[in-house]
């Protein structure tokens, strides 16, 4: 397999988590946000959305982390990164889709550039928008994970998918210097989390293409 993707790009976070946790042996392609290689005609051929990451497995390509995980979960079942039980595996995707697609999305690099770029939006109000909906998204899984995890999973006693999409969240709102303070549950388990060496190994700060 190989894994396209950008090293700060919570992401491909994501799925070199779950990749990890997995054991699967992949190989790790940076894609530079910044200098603008996901907009190549060679990329877009392979992810016509020129978003991070895409995952090549054979002939075929994926993308968006969360179906790329999904993929992995049925080709890989174990070690499994969603339960057996039809309403835990809801209650799991649930709490990872509560990041993925609404609190992740509006704060993605293209938005945040976007803002400041084309709206000229300053920089301490485009915090200010990052922070808002952090905020705003983190309260209530602040609320599921009390309901239905501990100190050191979202979600019962074992890691499910939930635990490895906060992971990347909880580090992106660290580097844009949200006031997590009203999240202890959260901050408890990516503090537990991070000491995993399938979470260590996929920390953005020492991915290859951090270094370039």
């Given at each position: 397999m190989k894994l396209l993707g950008y090293f700060r790009s919570s992401a491909a976070y994501r799925v070199r988590i779950a990749l990890n946790y997995k054991a699967i042996e992949y190989e790790n392609i940076g894609i530079s946000l910044v200098q603008g290689e996901h907009r190549s005609e060679d990329y877009l051929t392979l992810n016509p959305q020129g978003l991070v990451p895409t995952l090549v497995d054979g002939s075929n390509t994926y993308h968006q982390s969360i179906a790329i995980m999904e993929y992995l979960e049925e080709i890989h079942p174990e070690p499994a990164l969603l339960p057996g039980d039809p309403a835990a595996r809801a209650s799991i995707r649930a709490m990872a889709h509560l990041i993925a697609c609404d609190i992740h999305?509006?704060?993605?690099?293209?938005?945040?550039?976007?803002?400041?770029?084309?709206?000229?939006?300053?920089?301490?109000?485009?915090?200010?928008?990052?922070?808002?909906?952090?905020?705003?998204?983190?309260?209530?899984?602040?609320?599921?994970?009390?309901?239905?995890?501990?100190?050191?999973?979202?979600?019962?006693?074992?890691?499910?998918?939930?635990?490895?999409?906060?992971?990347?969240?909880?580090?992106?709102?660290?580097?844009?210097?949200?006031?997590?303070?009203?999240?202890?549950?959260?901050?408890?388990?990516?503090?537990?989390?991070?000491?995993?060496?399938?979470?260590?190994?996929?920390?953005?700060?020492v991915q290859p293409d951090a270094k370039l």
């Open positions: 999305p509006v704060n993605n690099l293209r938005v945040l550039n976007y803002l400041k770029n084309e709206l000229s939006v300053q920089q301490n109000e485009v915090d200010r928008w990052y922070s808002a909906w952090i905020t705003t998204g983190f309260d209530a899984l602040e609320k599921l994970v009390s309901k239905y995890g501990n100190d050191d999973h979202c979600f019962g006693n074992h890691l499910s998918m939930a635990d490895i999409v906060l992971v990347p969240q909880i580090y992106n709102a660290r580097r844009f210097k949200c006031d997590l303070s009203s999240f202890p549950r959260l901050v408890s388990i990516a503090q537990s989390l991070e000491q995993l060496a399938p979470f260590a190994a996929a920390a953005p700060e």
